[in-house]
């Protein structure tokens, strides 16, 4: 009876230690396995995969390319020319992205493939659906009024285009990929078409969240700063390169803490909740540029993104 007692004792200890040891392990992340492609096109050897069947009015999609002896490869859609980007040589990529004003209907894709020896093309009819935009009276408040002057938002809608004119040819996120940057409840949608006032019809280009004032803001991904600073209508705002043409914007903010050129980790606190520029309240604005098309932010974190 003794000796059992000793060897139930000793293994218990044993187990006490392995699981003390397994406790101070880091938590390793992996990417989220690839999906099952919606469409498949074969070419001499090459292989088409589509992650989507359709597309909505600000929405995205992936394409992959695979094969031997991939040099390079592009597609044009509705008269937009595009290069696939590639992580390892073997698998390419490349993200569709959809205006929000884009016409409802069937657009042509066109895909060239440079090999070494040759060039191959894959053609197909993409449907882009509409997304039900809905409408939404916004008031100002009268120190801000001003800010509905349509030449105001032209002239903030040019500097925008300018911040997020760079090109990185490499992805710049991590395995970690691309989460919401508060944990606070949804509000105004992406798309939204809003009477300002009374007056005049504007777009919301993202998506807010009701997160209080001096609320943490988190970076959506990893990537760098290429803008930190004021606005006239989005106040003070933060927009980061996530590369291949993917930005990040964060507006009205309270405070910034992060400075351009600096590299940001997914999740990162880069500023607080506020209510600067044309804000009624304090929330979030957040939003996606992708390409130089405002993106639905929501619907494109529901991509999978190859880590």
């Known amino acids: 009876m003794r000796v059992q007692i000793v060897l139930v004792l000793l293994i218990a200890s044993l187990l006490a230690v392995n699981a003390s040891a397994q406790s101070d392990l880091s938590p390793t992340f992996q990417p989220a396995p690839r999906p099952l492609p919606a469409y498949v096109q074969f070419n001499n050897g090459l292989r088409l995969d589509y992650y989507f069947s359709a597309l909505m009015q600000g929405g995205s999609g992936l394409l992959r390319i695979s094969g031997a002896d991939i040099a390079g490869a592009q597609y044009t859609f509705r008269g937009a020319r595009q290069p696939f980007f590639t992580r390892d040589g073997v698998d390419w990529y490349a993200l569709v992205a959809v205006d929000m004003n884009a016409r409802p209907g069937s657009y042509g894709l066109a895909v060239q493939v440079e090999r070494a020896s040759d060039r191959l093309s894959f053609t197909r009819e993409l449907r882009i659906d509409a997304a039900g935009f809905i409408t939404q009276n916004l008031v100002l408040p009268p120190d801000r009024r001003r800010l509905a002057d349509a030449r105001i938002e032209a002239e903030e809608f040019a500097r925008l285009a300018e911040i997020t004119a760079g090109y990185t040819a490499e992805p710049l996120w991590d395995e970690t990929g691309f989460a919401l940057p508060s944990d606070h409840a949804l509000a105004t949608p992406f798309g939204v078409f809003r009477r300002m006032n009374g007056e005049r019809d504007t777009r919301h280009t993202g998506w807010d969240q009701n997160a209080p004032a001096g609320a943490p803001i988190h970076a959506l991904a990893a990537g ?84």
């Open 224 to 307: 760098q700063v290429v803008f930190a600073g004021s606005l006239e209508i989005r106040g003070h705002a933060v927009f980061i390169d996530h590369g291949i043409g993917i930005f990040s914007g964060y507006a009205h903010l309270s405070d910034i803490e992060v400075e351009v050129g600096q590299r940001i980790a997914g999740g990162q606190v880069i500023g607080s909740s506020g209510n600067t520029g044309r804000s009624s309240g304090a929330h979030l604005h957040w939003e996606i540029v992708g390409r130089g098309i405002w993106l639905d932010g929501l619907a494109f974190l529901d991509l999978w993104l190859p880590a």
